[in-house]
């Protein structure tokens, strides 16, 4: 082999170990720190990169994905004296790698220190009521501090959130035993409030049952008097009728009337279901009379029309060679 091929392989190799000191592949979601001479100079990005070969090289491989952080969990005093076991989970990206790689030493560490340490402080000034009840607003004020604090790191705290809240069992048993009554206690006053609502239901119902029977008999009433009301002008009108036949036919048309009234009185009597016996002066020559009347008012109405006589009708005619008359109990001797 002689010197010039030796020079040859030497310098591919020395060309291969440029190459490979000066090309540099960064992987998706990762940023490489370039440092000349020890020094940070600039940051690369995910790609194929050059360096300047002996005299940059690779100081820090940064992880810029969203990241989680577990926090472990801890007993922290509460405002009231109540201890209680938290725990939470924290999630975050690194914004500048330059300043994740180089203004804190343990990134991670960090952030959990400082969750750990601003849990402590939220949760201490807060009740235990207040802790168990309002885990939104803990963890929008931890987020807030967390991230002011970090920014200077080049990180971004997106989320935090607490895990567990976990009370001391003597302190989990009275909390059971108080919404034990709260429940009892609601159910008391649902309870009562659907016996109100029933009772006033009622009184309304019985309310306008009231009324609207008030108003029937109110009508009633009004159709009772309207109806006496007719049936007394009825009377009258019979009377006015009654009294003008009277002027008209003399005692034949009070024969009439009477005889009239006298055969439904008997009817009445006669049509009743109940035992009776009657002892009335009943002649049967008062009825024939009657009925004898009622001819005679016939037949005086038959010659009125065809004469057009005005004059009072003559005596009435003789049956059985004496004049007919009306016998029964209303006849005077």
Avoid: C
């Amino acid at each position: 082999m002689t010197g010039f091929t030796i020079f040859i392989l030497v310098l591919v190799l020395f060309a291969i170990l440029l190459l490979f000191l000066g090309v540099k592949q960064v992987p998706q979601g990762w940023n490489y720190t370039v440092e000349r001479f020890g020094r940070f100079t600039a940051t690369l990005t995910p790609g194929l990169r050059f360096l300047v070969p002996f005299v940059d090289s690779i100081g820090k491989k940064v992880n810029v994905q969203e990241s989680v952080l577990d926090i472990p969990s801890q007993q922290v005093i509460s405002k009231d004296n109540a201890i209680v076991t938290v725990d939470a989970v924290a999630f975050y990206q690194v914004i500048d790698a330059a300043k994740a790689a180089y203004e804190v030493r343990d990134l991670v560490q960090g952030i959990t220190n400082l969750a750990l340490t601003n849990i402590r402080n939220v949760m201490g000034n807060m009740a235990l009521d207040d802790v168990l009840s309002k885990r939104n607003e803990i963890n929008d004020t931890l987020l807030s501090v967390i991230d002011h604090a970090t920014n200077a790191w080049g990180v971004k705290v997106l989320r935090v959130e607490l895990k567990d809240i976990v009370p001391p069992q003597d302190m989990v048993q009275t909390m059971a035993r108080q919404m034990k009554a709260e429940r009892e206690r609601r159910a008391v006053i649902l309870e009562a409030e659907g016996i109100r609502q029933a009772q006033i239901t009622r009184a309304e119902g019985e309310k306008q049952a009231a009324i609207l029977s008030a108003e029937g008999r109110r009508e009633a009433a009004f159709r009772d008097a309207e109806a006496r009301e007719r049936a007394a002008e009825a009377e009258a009108k019979a009377t006015e009728v009654v009294t003008a036949a009277i002027g008209a036919g003399g005692s034949q048309a009070i024969s009439y009337f009477l005889g009239q009234k006298y055969v439904d009185a008997l009817q009445a009597m006669g049509a009743s279901n109940n035992s009776k016996v009657f002892f009335l002066p009943v002649e049967a020559t008062g009825i024939m009379g009657t009925l004898g009347g009622i001819a005679e008012l016939a037949k005086e109405a038959q010659a009125r029309a065809a004469a057009g006589m005005t004059a009072l009708p003559a005596p009435a005619a003789q049956v059985g060679g004496a004049p007919a008359r009306p016998s029964g109990p209303w006849t005077q001797p």
